[in-house]
């Protein structure tokens, strides 16, 4: 069975491979007629690369800067005790400047507490290109983004490290050609990879694509690195100090192509390349959020893979093994690439609040249990309705589970869990069959499940927290009941009170 995004991947693989010859058939042009700011798209024929220079968030056109012209600098509001940011485009299949470059020029505009020279490189001329051609011009971009910094550097006295360079798929690697092609003493302060290209630039030597050396600090954001015949849009390999992988990196949510054709409803033709560069441009719009929302912040957490981060197990800060995702990401880096993976939403905010829940059961059946769960979360601000859990594996013995659990919201901290053994209609039935074999009275506690601890971390605050049942004296789980748990400090008190009063009460007696 093949998946239903397996189509629209298919094209853009296509397209990387074979350029324009694929992309004719895609609908370019309603794409070209919905967008704006026509004026500065027009590739300039003189001029291959171009240098603008944004000075307020509505600017739409931009100021160009000129190499050897120090006087443009002034005359546009270049303001030398500021950083200076870069926005570097990508492969162009159209020949058109994309709508994302003004939201982040925008959203970096918008930070009034961190003034910021926002400028933007445009070489749509060598981008517009067959897409071997286009990586080829990557290396001469880059070269040109080089010359143009250590003029500024010369005539202005700008200094490197208050560089950074954010460069969208091929313009990532534009942004490392930029480094790498600027020596050591002059070594720019940071460069932002998202999700940087893959075809021509997986595999191959640090210093044919974007790498750690490139710059003071480099991270990078992948987001599209699903494989389709050997190839993946974004490249998969880390790159950078820290490379974070949302949702694991290979492919986003709401990018899914059954939820697409909603847009394609609204938006018309449109709607098909966006789809396609959908969980390839979500790299540039979870950047864009770390700027919009300064307050919600993503945060990833060091990992091996996906498949331990799904198990919760990866949910530490300890020795700077987490990191905010996007603009203010901590810049410190003690040698080694980290990879850094968590869960996002499908849209703005993107922000979810992780949790590890490791859940220690006893089970008393004799045949292995495959139950359904659900877990409500009361939390001091709100409280989440029954999470579906699955274990993903029968619950055989005395065994401890470890999962992972996102929440949209803050729920504030947890105050107690409604664990519920779901009705099955199957296990309802198995349910009936033991407790005829096994007369109640008889052996009553030895038949059923023993939920007896839920561990609890939290990502975001790195609060651990232990869970018991509310009645320690009714530990068992029967299909369709809920069971509360407490924090056990709670139940212990309540018990040793309990104890006291007992206590007294003999003593009295
Ligand atoms: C240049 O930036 C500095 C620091 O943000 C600011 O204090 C100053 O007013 C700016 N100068 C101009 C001319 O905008
Ligand atoms: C599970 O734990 C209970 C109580 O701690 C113990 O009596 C039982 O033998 C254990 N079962 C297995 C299969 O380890």
């Not at 089970?363 to 029954?386: C, D, H, V, W, Y």
Request: hydrophobic letters at 35%.
């Amino acid at each position: 069975m093949g998946s239903p995004f397996q189509g629209p991947l298919f094209l853009v693989l296509c397209i990387f491979i074979q350029s324009s010859a694929c992309g004719q058939g895609l609908g370019t042009e309603p794409f070209e007629r919905s967008y704006g700011a026509t004026d500065v798209r027009k590739p300039l024929q003189k001029t291959e690369i171009r240098f603008l220079l944004f000075r307020s968030e509505s600017d739409r056109l931009g100021c160009q800067l000129r190499v050897q012209h120090p006087e443009t600098l002034q005359e546009c509001g270049f303001n030398t005790s500021q950083p200076l940011v870069m926005i570097i485009h990508g492969w162009s299949m159209d020949g058109l400047l994309e709508t994302w470059i003004w939201k982040l020029m925008g959203a970096l505009k918008s930070r009034q507490s961190q003034p910021v020279n926002v400028g933007f490189v445009d070489w749509i001329s060598l981008a517009h290109q067959h897409y071997a051609v286009a990586v080829r011009n990557t290396r001469v971009v880059g070269q040109e983004v080089a010359a143009f910094l250590l003029w500024l550097e010369e005539s202005v006295k700008f200094s490197q490290s208050n560089v950074h360079l954010i460069g969208y798929s091929l313009g990532a690697h534009v942004s490392g050609f930029a480094g790498s092609s600027m020596g050591r003493e002059h070594k720019i302060g940071r460069i932002t990879g998202l999700d940087p290209a893959g075809p021509l630039f997986e595999g191959t030597s640090p210093s044919d694509r974007l790498s750690p050396d490139d710059a003071s600090f480099v991270d990078a954001i992948h987001t599209f690195t699903q494989e389709h015949m050997g190839l993946s849009v974004g490249i998969q390999q880390p790159i950078a100090h820290y490379d974070f992988y949302p949702n694991g990196g290979t492919f986003q949510p709401g990018c899914h192509f059954l939820e697409l054709y909603k847009h394609i409803a609204e938006h018309g033709l449109n709607a098909i390349t966006q789809a396609i560069k959908c969980a390839h441009e979500r790299s540039v719009h979870l950047f864009i959020d770390s700027l919009r929302h300064s307050d919600l912040q993503s945060t990833g957490f060091q990992c091996s893979d996906m498949d331990s981060f799904s198990q919760g197990l990866c949910l530490s800060c300890k020795k700077g093994r987490c990191n905010t995702l996007g603009y203010d990401i901590r810049r410190d880096w003690s040698g080694k690439s980290k990879k850094l993976f968590l869960i996002t939403r499908a849209q703005a905010p993107f922000r979810v609040y992780h949790y590890q829940f490791m859940i220690q059961f006893i089970n008393q059946i004799e045949k292995p249990a495959e139950p359904t769960f659900t877990m409500s979360l009361l939390g001091a601000k709100e409280e989440m309705k029954r999470i579906p859990i699955t274990l993903g594996e029968r619950i055989t013995s005395n065994k401890t589970y470890s999962l992972l659990i996102t929440l949209d919201k803050d729920i504030g901290e947890l105050i107690a869990i409604k664990f519920k053994w779901e009705s099955r209609a199957v296990w309802a039935n198995v349910w009936n069959t033991v407790q005829t074999i096994m007369p109640w009275g008889i052996t009553p506690h030895n038949s059923g499940l023993l939920l007896k601890t839920i561990w609890v971390k939290a990502g975001e605050t790195q609060q651990r927290m232990t869970f018991c049942p509310e009645n320690v004296d009714d530990l068992q789980l029967h299909p369709t009941q809920e069971k509360v748990l407490v924090k056990c400090e709670v139940n212990s008190k309540r018990l040793a009170k309990e104890q006291m009063s007992q206590e007294t009460c003999a003593k009295n007696k």
